[in-house]
């Protein structure tokens, strides 16, 4: 017979840890952001087409990799919850 073993409480501290590396990835890349700015000010060479170019690609990187994270930690602390209340509801059963 197959066991079905979870933590809830791990699975949602899972789902918080996803979503502070999600603000921290949001921080460091604002940070990036304004440094680069301030680089680009000066800028006046036809490379600086082709780096908003890369630019622009990293930062569909970024917004994909972020919204990624985000759905797996709604999956993850759903998935706790779901699970939580299934426990609950067979465990009554018993009762």
Known sequence: ????????????????????????????NQ???????GLLG???SGASGAYADAQNKWNTAHQELRDTLLRIAK???????DMSGT???AA???V
Do not use: F, P
């Open 1 to 28: 017979m197959d066991v079905i073993n979870y933590d809830k409480g791990q699975m949602i501290q899972l789902s918080a840890d996803l979503k502070t590396s999600v603000a921290r990835l949001d921080e460091t």
């Open 31 to 37: 940070e990036l952001k304004n440094y680069v700015a």
């Open 42 to 44: 000066s800028w006046e």
């Open 75 to 81: 999956v993850v602390e759903d998935g706790a919850i």
């Open 87 to 89: 426990d609950a509801a």
């Open 92 to 94: 009554s059963k018993w």
